[in-house]
């Protein structure tokens, strides 16, 4: 394993220098020669990328300072592009070749320019991704990443760079990175240790010049007299704004004063060349909505031979007052005083410090805002410039939740078209500290109580899920809390390690980890309960039977038995016993009536809350005989009696239907349900009420319980 550790100016301009294949075995640096390798350079665009260096975001560092590179690179280097974390939130598979190796360099400057950080950090997939487009284990290949965090894609870094260090022929991995802690450095670092690349450390974009000078590779020879650089001049609405392409006029004048050097009227983008020097430039714009002139400025260092891209952002000179608390808890509403152009469209919103414009986590829009404070202020003063009227130059007064997630943020004043943050503020959110109360260990299917303390807020709920589970909440098993009451749940049916957990409401977002936030967990065992059944083995359809059982403490009273076919896991709701009295004594042994189908079943114990069977025995149902003895004949609409036999079981009936209604068919309008078969009783009389229409029919003996037919006869009913 070998590398070199830089640590120098800025990431991106320290990528260009990596470029060079690595200098044979006892050859110094300065004879460097011969022919490049195949180069990608990964640039990450994750979400963390909004964040800010010294005011301004790190995309819009990265974007002047890659395009830097792109334009100084050597005729002869075959040059790719890769981003991640561009276009989706969330998705570890956001990894894309923008350009192929061997694009040409304006198209890769058009993919660098539209990117829009988004996602999460990928980066070991990325650094695989880009060694097979190399086809790194066939041809020497260089990879340059550029990340400003750690991977957070569950891989590990080092050990895939390990591995592709072993297959590749001569593969090599340069690490950036960008405003990292010392722990993120380390984590960055064994990328390159492993693959025999060197890794570079930048913190502020003061750093850039001083990394490039270091490690920047050129072919241009080196002149005794300064020789001008190439300077391409962007200009943005606002830092991080969109890019200004009209009505610019743009001035470069030297920081020691002087004439200007370079000026630029009605123009967009703007290219000239300077000698090395310290210089000031001013781009004014007069395409602003409002008319007028809108300024920006910014003090530039020109070095030799080189091209430098800067991008100024135009000051659009918008009023704004925003005045937010500077610390808050958790999920708690805060009070929020403003002032701006809410005629513009403009959102008052609470954000990560990383979050890009559009990734709000709360928020309100400054004219709806505006409007409800006005409407609640009733007949009070609210005429705060006393200009004799209430408009976007008077202080309004809103409500926003804050995050519920502890941490660093911030609340901000945001123009919606363009999206640009004018005024940003810090906030801190601190931790609740909210305590759970509740027993190490209970059975399955048990009520227990939990003690719970710390500031509730609106729609806070307790929980009982599966231990790690990815959900902060089970909906099937949680309560909404009330101040003051504890919390009854009953433990699930399966036995396993649980938590429980006190989650936060913070109101609805779209944004991840907010909308319901684990405040505090605890852990709980829950524990099977012993349980039996013992039943004859064989026993009539339909008849009921005595079942002996073991199972919890009397107090479970929702427990049972049921009847099911073997294996099943869902009881039969047509074969159900109680175990107990509605006021809670055991019944044992338990009356279970058994289904009227014949075959293999099994006698369970059910567990409620629930319906886990947890005990089975096997029992034989055999079929239940019975007969009918009607007349052959009888009149139409004239009473007829039937003898019959059998075991006569709860709603065990004989009727009458037409020869070819099938069994399913019996029950309905219009048929004749003729008399209640009772084990006492040998006969009874069907009406002829129903039995007006001459034609065949039978007598069936058909059983209370899954309505099967025992036995039948024929019968011919005449005028």
Known sequence: MKSKILTAGFVFLACVAIISTSPAEGQDDAGVTGMTADVILILDASGSMWGQIDGVNKIVIAKDVVEGLVRNLPPEQRFGFVAYGH??????????????VGTERGEIIKQLRALSPKGKTPLSKSVEHAALELNYTRQAATVILVSDGLENCDVDPCALARTLEENGLDFTVHVVGFSVTEQERKGLQCIAEETGGEFLAADNAAELTAALARVAVTTRPQESDPVPSKVILKATIMNGGPEINSRLSWSITPTAGGEAVFSQSDAGVAETGIEPGDYHVQAVWTGWREGGEKTGVLDITIRDQMVHVFTIPIDLDLPV??????????????????????DLGSNISVNRVDDAPRNLIYFFTGEGGRKAFQQASGEADIDSDQDGDFDQDDMA?????????????????????????????PLTVTDNRYQLDAPAEAPVSTKIEISWGGPLTPGDLISLVPKGDERPYDNARYLTLTKGTPAMLTTP???????????????????AGMQYSVQESVDITVTDVVTGVEAPRVAVGGSTIEVKWVGPASDWQDDFISTVKPGMEKYNRDSRGRISTRSGDPVQPASLRIPAIEGDYEIVYVISPGNRIMARTPITITRAEASVDA????????????????????KDRVVVVKAQTPNEKMWGYGQNYGFAATADGSSGVISGTRISEPGSYEVRYVTGLQHQVLARDKLTVVP
Do not use: H, N
């Not at 007349?631 to 709860?650: I, L």
């Open 87 to 100: 276009r989706r939130k969330g998705d570890c598979s956001d990894i894309e070749t923008l350009a192929d």
């Open 631 to 650: 007349p052959d004949t009888v009149r139409a609409g004239e009473d007829f009696t039937v003898a019959f036999s059998g075991d006569g079981f709860a």
């Open 397 to 425: 007064t809103g409500l926003l939740a804050a995050p519920t997630v502890a941490g660093d943020y911030e609340i901000r004043y945001t123009l919606q078209d363009p999206v640009i943050v004018l005024v940003r503020r």
């Open 493 to 511: 049916k399966q036995a396993g390690d649980y938590e429980i957990r006190y989650v936060m409401f913070g109101g609805y977002t779209t944004y």
């Open 321 to 342: 007052t925003l005045i937010s608390p500077a610390e808050t808890g958790e999920g708690q509403a805060m009070e929020i005083s403003w002032s701006g152009p809410d």
